[in-house]
């Protein structure tokens, strides 16, 4: 088999098999379950410099919040889901806590395959697995700041208007508060967001004005 070819079988025999048991479901390259508010998101990426004997690839992991997409993008909800669709979205490196974001495995010639094998093994055991089952309430994805402070910031007003939707007015206040006093929004965006506040009766201050 060529690089290509092991890749393949890695992906089929290794990564699906594991996700498949633990209820998510496959649609081509990504892996989604979904949870009463959101949907998990588990996608493969192979590098655009692949060759048939070269192979490099990654993960992206990611929460899609259908209730909130049209009102962040102007676009309907999707209906194949995909990682860049996810208003969080990060790569492998700060779940595994390898020191960078990024996180590529790397198939070759000079590759020990079943030490690939097992280490893709454990890192879907040990790391990706255990992540997301962390995040199965709307409540528990406040937690994901500890992960990534960047994209938990563009998470942070998806949170407060779902937990309003929801009655949990006294959250989300405090979440959209904490958001707009900690930053800098350009107008268009607080008014974008102060319309839809009123929808699901969020009272919300500008603290930018």
């Not at 998510?24 to 590098?47: A, P, R």
């Not at 070269?54 to 909800?77: A, C, S």
């Not at 990024?102 to 020990?112: K, Q, V």
């Not at 309430?137 to 563009?154: F, P, R, V």
């Amino acid at each position: 088999m060529n690089a290509k070819e092991i890749q393949d079988d890695i992906i089929k025999t290794i990564i699906k098999p594991r996700f498949k048991e633990n209820r998510f479901k496959v649609s081509g390259l990504t892996l989604l379950k979904k949870e009463v508010d959101f949907v998990k998101v588990f996608n493969i990426q192979s590098s655009s410099w692949n060759t048939a004997d070269e192979v490099k690839f990654t993960f992206n992991l990611g929460f899609f919040l259908p209730d909130t997409y049209e009102f962040w993008l102007g676009q309907p909800v999707p209906q194949n889901i995909k990682e860049y669709h996810c208003v969080f979205n990060l790569r492998p490196g700060p779940i595994l806590k390898s020191g960078t974001n990024d996180y590529w495995y790397s198939i070759n010639e000079s590759r020990n395959l079943e030490e690939l094998k097992n280490l893709i093994r454990a890192h879907v055991k040990t790391y990706y697995i255990p992540f997301f089952n962390k995040y199965n309430l709307i409540t528990d994805l406040i937690n994901l700041g500890e992960i990534d402070s960047t994209y938990y910031n563009m998470l942070t007003p998806h949170l407060a208007l779902i937990l309003a939707k929801k009655g949990n007015h006294e959250l989300a206040e405090e979440l959209i508060s904490n958001y707009l006093k900690n930053g800098e929004y350009p107008d268009n965006w607080i008014k974008k967001l102060e319309s839809e506040a009123k929808k699901v009766n969020l009272k919300i201050k500008d603290y930018n004005r």
